[in-house]
């Protein structure tokens, strides 16, 4: 079955503790993406990959960092989260990018106390 | 900034088509107009796109005005399952534009007994 998988599913955490968030899609996709959703901000994007070792700032990168070094696998990394990152975070990913729809993950809710 | 407006609410009687309307007059003519919905919290789901003609699929219809300023999803026998968040997005399409989605604040659309 095609899909985006995501996990943590839930996750409660400290500040200042790393973790990481990890995605993974089997369609053999290029394009990958993290989004996190608030209430009242809606869906923003944080980075995105065009492909492997090729990743992009987003409207809110800050706060996170992102590798791709294969191409089903895009981990989301929280260096040092803040409780201003508590949040839902969806991955996302498609054939290519600019072509096609997204395939959205099932989300990963954050909280950091 | 969201590119496209659409009314925060609406309601759908059970077996009666819903029809959504979405304005987007600032549109581009390589870009096209998406449809996802968001059932509660989960991953947004793509529903439909298209660029000028009007489409069709197993979920729903797409019906975009000659001069691309709005367009309306109709989804044509609502079920209490289609109760969810509907976003309308545009896009450009292809590699060079990237993949950006940017989501606005969506019509939740409550469907009825």
């Known amino acids: 079955e095609a899909q985006v998988t995501q996990n943590p599913r839930y996750l409660i955490t400290v500040t200042g503790k790393k973790l990481t968030v990890t995605c993974s899609q089997n369609?053999?996709?290029?394009?990958m993406s993290w989004y996190r959703q608030d209430p009242g901000l809606g869906l923003r994007q944080i980075y995105y990959?065009?492909?492997?070792?090729?990743?992009d700032k987003g409207d809110v990168p800050e706060g996170y960092k992102v590798s791709r070094k294969e191409k089903r696998n895009f981990p989301l990394i929280l260096e040092s989260p803040s409780p201003n990152q508590t949040s839902l975070y969806f991955c996302?990913?498609?054939?290519?990018?600019?072509?096609?729809?997204?395939?959205f993950g099932e989300g990963s809710r954050l909280t950091v106390l | 900034d969201a590119k496209t407006t659409q009314p925060p609410s609406m309601d759908c009687a059970e077996g009666r088509a819903a029809n959504l309307p979405c304005n987007h007059s600032?549109?581009?003519?390589?870009?096209?107009v998406y449809w996802y919905r968001q059932i509660h919290s989960q991953g947004p789901q793509y529903i439909i796109h298209g660029l000028k003609n009007n489409e069709t699929n197993e979920m729903a219809s797409l019906i975009i005005t000659e001069d691309r300023k709005s367009s309306t999803l109709i989804l044509p026998h609502a079920t209490l399952r289609d109760t969810a968040v509907y976003y309308c997005?545009?896009?450009?399409?292809?590699?060079?534009?990237?993949?950006?989605?940017?989501f606005g604040g969506g019509t939740r659309v409550l469907v009825k007994p």
């Open positions: 996302a990913s498609s054939l290519s990018a600019g072509i096609g729809e997204l395939f």
């Open positions: 997005i545009v896009r450009p399409e292809g590699k060079a534009a990237g993949n950006k989605l940017t």
């Open positions: 369609m053999n996709h290029e394009y």
């Open positions: 600032t549109i581009s003519g390589n870009e096209y």
């Open positions: 990959s065009m492909n492997v070792e090729v990743t």
